[in-house]
């Protein structure tokens, strides 16, 4: 079952969450929502069938016992901190790829703030056409849709904005400190925690949206993860030894990002590579990129203005890398 953002399940859920405290009855439940008390017995149901436990008495009604840890747009709105961004959810329990559904509402005219989110995805995407591992009820799954007024150029700095905001929130939520590894990997003791994918659409030299997608494994266990990239990837809660909540986590992420974007439009880049660069610590280090085909290995000078990698191989030549993987040495 899909819970959109005002379905008839998530109207109860409202209901008995205001009035935790104390039950309330199928009739009164469907006076205020006007179903019947037979739809009402059905979305109710349908809540304990996601992981709800829901109490009924057939002399007091139902009353709400303790809620899973799904990604439902009321209970993440409960306590998002944020003014615009994640005011509107889309929320899909399964979904090909949360980058691919904003991409399609943005076409329509979705907003900028509205986002995507998904307990799974059937064909989620990172870089470079790659496959995101992507089981339900784990990990974070978020698109998000942008409207910056911004030339196309300019667009690779919200990249590194995104991984501003994502290293940051995982500090904030976590404690812990990751490291950013160009362009926008999220790494925990060099392995991989987060991605982003941002797909742009563009008409001559403005921007129409930016869909920023973030991948974050929060709950997966070292068994848990293919083989092919068990020694290459790891979780928040491998590395604080403890659960994460999937929507406090979302909470921090829309607030740091809000804050993030609004530096970003009201500032330019500058700040925003300040702090990219301290999260990075690339300056300096030996390299291997492999970009459209090609291999090169130096050592990083730095980030442009546009977020291209600057890099100096052989006889002091330099490279400006705009895409591609990147390898440390050191």
Request: aromatic share 8%; net charge positive.
């Amino acid at each position: 079952m899909i819970i959109q953002e005002q379905g008839a399940a998530e109207k109860i859920l409202k209901l008995l969450t205001k009035s935790q405290s104390h039950p309330i009855s199928g009739q009164e439940i469907g006076h205020l929502l006007g179903m019947s008390r037979t739809s009402v017995w059905k979305r109710i149901r349908d809540l304990r069938s996601l992981g709800y436990e829901i109490e009924a008495s057939t002399r007091s009604g139902y009353r709400l016992i303790r809620s899973p840890d799904l990604l439902i747009p009321f209970e993440i709105k409960l306590n998002l901190r944020t003014r615009w961004m994640g005011r509107r959810i889309h929320y899909f329990q399964k979904i090909d790829s949360t980058n691919s559904k904003a991409y399609e509402l943005a076409l329509k005219g979705a907003k900028e703030g509205e986002i995507v989110i998904a307990e799974s995805q059937k064909r989620g995407r990172g870089r470079l056409g790659r496959k995101w591992f992507s089981p339900p009820f784990l990990n974070l799954y978020l698109s998000v849709i942008l409207r910056p007024k911004i030339p196309p150029h300019q667009a690779s700095l919200l990249t590194l904005m995104a991984a501003v905001a994502t290293a940051e929130a995982i500090e904030k939520y976590s404690g812990l400190q990751p490291l950013i590894k160009w362009p926008n990997d999220i790494l925990m003791r060099n392995r991989k925690v987060a991605g982003l994918l941002n797909e742009i659409r563009s008409e001559g030299d403005r921007i129409d949206f930016i869909i920023l997608g973030i991948g974050v494994n929060l709950n997966m266990k070292t068994t848990q993860f293919p083989q092919e990239i068990r020694s290459l990837a790891t979780s928040l809660k491998i590395e604080k030894g403890e659960s994460i909540s999937r929507k406090e986590f979302l909470q921090t992420l829309l607030k740091t990002l809000e804050e993030w974007y609004e530096i970003f439009m009201k500032e330019g880049g500058e700040r925003i590579l300040k702090v990219w660069r301290e999260k990075s610590r690339i300056k300096g280090r030996a390299v291997r990129v492999t970009s459209f085909g090609q291999s090169f290995t130096g050592r990083a000078v730095d980030v442009d203005s546009e977020g291209a990698l600057i890099l100096r191989i052989r006889k002091g030549e330099r490279r400006r890398i705009v895409a591609g993987d990147i390898e440390y040495f050191e």
